[in-house]
């Protein structure tokens, strides 16, 4: 699941990991994001950290609450906290963070790790 307000990239990426053999879901609203949400149905989440109405961490946290065990990667133009974050979610690491823009291969890399 794709969740970014920018629908340049929810397209971009997920036509990328589409034609890497993955399935994707793309949503530019994190609100219908979590009403399409379903436990165990997806391996990775890719969520936007700053989106309106409710940022990516928010949805993250709410996502939780619904199937604990889904991993998560949070994308960023914009610098981020790791020391704060980790405060709040002490089961991220700086893997889970990808700053944008980032290169369609090394997306597809990470992805492929992470699941």
């Known amino acids: 699941m794709i969740v970014d307000d920018e629908p340049d990239i929810t397209e971009s990426f997920g036509l990328a990991l589409e034609d890497s053999g993955f399935e994707v879901d793309k949503f530019n609203d994190p609100g219908i994001a ?19 109405k409710m940022d990516g961490f928010e949805l993250y946290d709410k996502i939780k609450k619904i199937d604990e065990k889904v991993k998560v990667f ?42």
């Open 74 to 115: 949070f994308i960023s133009a914009f610098d981020i906290d790791h020391a704060a974050i980790s405060k709040k979610y002490p089961g991220l690491k700086i893997e889970n963070f990808l700053p944008k823009p980032i290169q369609i291969p090394e997306l597809i890399k990470r992805v492929e790790e992470q699941l």
């Open 34 to 52: 979590l009403a399409s949400f379903k436990p165990n149905v997806y391996g990775l989440l890719i969520l936007d950290i700053k989106m309106p």
